[in-house]
T-cell receptor
Framework: ETGVTQTPRHLVMGMTNKKSLKCEQH?????MYWYKQSAKKPLELMFV???????ENNSVPSRFSPECPNSSHLFLHLHTLQPEDSALYLC????????????????FGEGSRLTVL | GENVEQHPSTLSVQEGDSAVIKCTYS??????FPWYKQELGKRPQLIID?????GEKKDQRIAVTLNKTAKHFSLHITETQPEDSAVYFC?????????????FGKGTKLSVIP
């Protein structure tokens, strides 16, 4: 296994629901990411945490709320989503230096397939 | 910000033939160019990368070339096999202090026909 585990793998929710996606990495990395993958679009970076501090937030709507309690866990809290938010949400981790920024390989999880009705 | 264009969006080749995927980028400060492979229903995985201090890098049947002047880089797969069928993503990034913005292309779906 790659060492990055995401749960749940599939999630169906209504527009008024609140749910959370979970990511856990066992690689000893110090940076974790949330990406959104939609059909026929590039992978879109949503959030980056380095050493548990958020370092990137790419103008993501507030209905997506990340949480990084420690360097091994990352959550994405979902609230009042829209149908256009349906996508594959990929978590990734890397070994980064706060001084050098992104320097190496991203290790992705299998993703959480989200469907918003 | 960085913009990465990737072509073609789909590519079909006969088994044993070569495949070439091309990407262009906009930010001349970008200095790190990885390629990821995503098989159907699987996670993206890094297959090869190149940094701006080299022009070409090879790993068995896979090679990547970089032309910094023209701001384009390419993935070359020789002697293609059915297991090479996947979506390939190029990406570009400025690897410097405080930089985490890896910009991906839209992907190329490669089909290798047995």
């Amino acid at each position: 296994e790659t060492g990055v585990t995401q749960t749940p793998r599939h999630l169906v929710m209504g527009m008024t629901n609140k749910k959370s996606l979970k990511c856990e990495q066992h690689l000893g990395h110090n940076a974790m990411y949330w990406y959104k993958q939609s059909a026929k679009k590039p992978l879109e970076l949503m959030f980056v945490y380095s050493l548990e501090e958020r370092v990137e937030n790419n103008s993501v709507p507030s209905r997506f709320s990340p949480e990084c309690p420690n360097s091994s866990h990352l959550f994405l809290h979902l609230h009042t989503l829209q149908p256009e938010d349906s996508a594959l949400y990929l978590c990734a981790s890397s070994q980064d230096s706060s001084l050098a920024g992104y320097t190496g390989e991203l290790f992705f999880g299998e993703g959480s397939r989200l469907t918003v009705l | 910000g960085e913009n990465v264009e990737q072509h073609p969006s789909t590519l079909s080749v006969q088994e044993g033939d070569s495949a070439v995927i091309k990407c262009t980028y906009s930010d001349s400060a970008s200095n790190y160019f990885p390629w990821y492979k995503q098989e159907l229903g699987k996670r993206p995985q890094l297959i090869i990368d190149i940094r701006s201090n080299v022009g070409e890098k090879k790993d068995q049947r896979i090679a990547v070339t970089l032309n910094k002047t023209a701001k384009h880089f390419s993935l070359h797969i020789t002697e293609t096999q059915p297991e090479d069928s996947a979506v390939y993503f190029c990406a570009a990034n400025y690897s410097g202090a405080g930089s985490y913005q890896l910009t991906f292309g839209k992907g190329t779906k490669l089909s290798v026909i047995p």
